[in-house]
């Protein structure tokens, strides 16, 4: 690990876990990123630490600028393991009794993650810490992406400590976006869809809070992935966007197949929703990995959901997709079912109940078709991809 010198005395110090390829769910094929950062003043932080298995790399990190043992205090934005894996480790090396500063929260949820009894100093929504010259204000951000988020800000230096908000899974050696340009915007969104769109209303008034604060902001520094400093509002804008969820003239036929059946009716409809100017695109519930498709969700404005009844329920796929996108809470959709079966066909009906406890806009009763579809099943299914080009935005 090479300390990377952010602002003066401040230091990022990234573990690269470049071999992760899911990440509770979510597929990570590039890997990710663990930043700590370190503040040296008069007083020095280290704030968050990182994934356990990379304990000894940070240790490491801070050891090729400072003795590990002269960090004085510890903030910890956020308790979930790939941030405070490390801490024990860190911890015993640089003194168990160093003040650890995190939210109320965040102090339950410590000392139920670690059996230690550390020096807890839980704070206060706009507390400070001074540490010299410069100043930390720390700000509660619940639920983004836990009960105990908190965001710290880097007063003289105009800096915000963003834990989980705003990052990316992505392993590289870049570590700010003017290195990666454009490209780093398709990992901040699966990001977003994939961790934070359960909290897009929390979002959108912690932005407007900012924005009342008049927060001046010259770079934002997250727990995982690429440091915004070239144009920090841009990520920021980026968020409101996609948190509004606007839906576009889009639509998804996201389905399974046992004998191509299922998946005849998905590329019909698809068919025919493209000859109504929509941009559809079938997608294959074992090609298509749950959380790429749930990318594909946030703006889109139909969700059509394919399953061949299996044992008289839900092909197993279709069951853990509707599992995984009821947690992340998508709106704004209109929504249909359909399928093909054998004898029993309660897929269809299964599929709807689901999609109505999702709060979807169901626009018709769902289209179910016997063993493989004839022609006139295929004709059924173009009718069904009319229907639903009507009922979406003009554009
Ligand atoms: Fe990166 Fe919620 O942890």
């Known amino acids: 690990m090479k300390p990377v010198e952010i602002a003066k005395d401040i230091y990022c110090l990234t573990a690269i876990d470049w071999n992760i390829r899911d990440f509770h769910g979510y597929s990570t094929y590039q890997g990710t990123t663990y930043n700590a950062y ?23 990190g801070i050891s ?12 910890s934005n956020h308790t979930e393991m790939d941030h405070s894996g490390g801490l024990p480790r860190v911890m015993h090396r640089i003194g168990e009794d160093k003040p650890l ?3 109320k929260i965040g102090h339950k949820n410590l000392s139920r993650h670690f059996t230690r009894k550390w020096n807890f100093q839980p704070v206060e929504d706009g507390g400070e810490l001074s540490l010299g010259k410069k100043t930390l204000t720390f700000m509660e951000t619940r639920m983004l992406h836990w009960p105990d988020s908190m965001f710290t800000y880097a007063k003289q230096e105009k800096i915000l400590f963003s834990s989980d908000a705003f990052g990316q899974h992505y392993a590289g050696l870049q570590r700010f976006d003017d290195e990666m340009g454009e490209s780093i915007m398709p990992h901040a969104l699966k990001y977003f869809a994939n961790i ?23 770079m934002i520094c997250l727990d995982h992935g690429i440091i915004w400093r070239k144009d920090p509002a841009k990520i920021i804008n980026s968020y409101v966007q996609w948190s509004l969820q606007e839906p576009k003239r889009k639509a998804l036929v996201i389905y399974d197949t046992m004998w191509h059946s299922t998946e005849l009716m998905a590329k019909a409809i698809a068919e025919s929703l493209g000859e109504e100017g929509v941009d559809a695109r079938p997608m294959h519930l074992r090609c298509c990995h749950r959380s790429d498709i749930i990318t594909e969700v946030i703006d889109t404005g139909a969700i059509i959901l394919g399953s061949p009844t299996l044992n008289n329920g839900l092909f197993p796929t279709v069951s ?12 704004d959709k209109i929504a249909v079912a359909f399928g093909s079966y054998g004898w029993s066909g309660e897929a269809v009906k ?16 769902g289209l179910k078709i016997q063993y493989v579809p004839d022609t006139q099943g295929i004709k059924a299914c173009y009718k069904l991809g009319k229907k639903i080009a009507d009922a979406l935005p003009a554009k």
């Open 38 to 60: 370190l503040v040296i003043d008069e007083k020095i932080v280290l704030i968050d630490t990182v994934k356990k298995d990379f304990a000894d790399e940070l240790i490491a």
């Open 64 to 75: 090729q600028l400072i003795d590990p043992k002269r960090i004085d205090y510890v903030v």
């Open 101 to 103: 500063y995190c939210s």
């Open 196 to 218: 934070l769109l359960p909290y897009a209303p929390l979002i959108l008034k912690l932005v407007d809070r900012v924005k009342d604060m008049k927060l001046p902001l010259d």
């Open 320 to 331: 853990d997709f509707l599992t995984y996108m009821k947690g992340l809470r998508p709106k």
């Open 350 to 365: 299964l599929i709807n109940r689901e999609l109505e406890e999702m709060k979807f806009k169901l626009i018709d009763p």
